[in-house]
T-cell receptor, first 113, second 113 residues
Framework: QQPVQSPQAVILREGEDAVINCSSS?????VHWYRQKHGEAPVFLMI?????EQKGHEKISASFNEKKQQSSLYLTASQLSYSGTYFC??????????????FGKGTLLTVNP | NAGVTQTPKFQVLKTGQSMTLQCAQD?????MSWYRQDPGMGLRLIHY???????DQGEVPNGYNVSRSTTEDFPLRLLSAAPSQTSVYFC????????????FGPGTRLLVL
């Protein structure tokens, strides 16, 4: 079952902040975040494991609330290069080798000068 | 390292034709997977493999077949192409699956007439 991302789209001016949310109806083992530029393959940003940790990558950080089965991606002081579609991927701990990474429908982020 | 490679980059098929989308990786990754991407639908998992000789179904497996005879290769077969299979197909790989970064190939654009 696909996780739900919100918002579907967001438009920013350079320097503004944004938050992208990802929620699941199932208990999560981990959350992955990827960014895809138009016409290109998705590129890895970060992984968060259950435990409520927060990770950072330059001015992009994320949190994972395992109790609420939610994750949020924070983009601060946005740059033009941040434009693209952001996907969260969720992993349910189904045990053994039955590993599946299920992606949300994506959030289109546009950063204007 | 070439990473994850996919061939062809673009293909046009007629309804009912069959074809194989090739995927190869040179990173000695155990886990490989196939996704399709359609506008507004995000990335949907078709099939995945946790190692040579082991495959399993994802969210949308109907109409597709896979096999994994070697660690390096994970071909996706369309048995009888339908217009609904028009999509962009991405292959991805990672060391073990769980908690691991997924490396995506450049994608194959498929048009079924």
């Amino acid at each position: 079952q696909q996780p739900v991302q919100s918002p579907q789209a967001v438009i920013l001016r350079e320097g503004e902040d944004a938050v992208i949310n990802c929620s699941s109806s199932k208990a999560l083992y981990s959350v992955h975040w990827y960014r895809q530029k138009h016409g290109e393959a998705p590129v890895f940003l970060m992984i968060l494991l259950k435990g409520g940790e927060q990770k950072g990558h330059e001015k992009i950080s994320a949190s994972f609330n395992e109790k609420k089965q939610q994750s949020s991606l924070y983009l601060t002081a946005s740059q033009l290069s941040y434009s693209g579609t952001y996907f969260c991927g969720t992993e349910v701990n189904s045990g053994g080798s039955n590993y599946k990474l299920t992606f949300g429908k994506g959030t289109l982020l546009t950063v204007n000068p | 390292n070439a990473g994850v490679t996919q061939t062809p980059k673009f293909q046009v098929l007629k309804t009912g034709q069959s074809m194989t989308l090739q995927c190869a990786q040179d990173m000695n990754h155990e886990y490989m997977s196939w996704y399709r991407q359609d506008p507004g639908m995000g990335l949907r998992l078709i099939h995945y493999s946790v190692g040579a000789g082991i495959t399993d179904q994802g969210e949308v497996p109907n109409g597709y077949n896979v096999s994994r005879s070697t660690t390096e290769d994970f071909p996706l077969r369309l048995l009888s192409a339908a217009p609904s299979q028009t999509s962009v197909y991405f292959c991805a790989s990672s060391y073990s699956g769980q908690e691991e970064t997924q490396y995506f190939g450049p994608g194959t654009r498929l048009l079924v007439l």
